[in-house]
């Protein structure tokens, strides 16, 4: 698993990542370490905008 930081979420390994951090954290109340990233959904949506701008 993996926390997004766009949707302030926890994902499965399933939902692809668009990016992951190899040095970044969160860690949780319980103790749960997760690597930090951001979901393939945002990815999509920014290179979305992008496309708009150009």
Known sequence: MYYC???QD???PES??????RTG????P???KLPLG???KRV??????NKKVS
Request: net charge neutral; aromatic share 10%.
């Open 30 to 32: 319980s103790g749960e």
């Open 44 to 49: 999509e949506q920014e290179q979305a905008s």
């Open 10 to 12: 926890s994902h499965h």
């Open 5 to 7: 930081l766009t949707c």
């Open 38 to 40: 951001v979901c393939l």
């Open 25 to 28: 954290f969160r860690t949780f």
């Open 16 to 21: 692809k990542a668009g990016k992951l951090f």
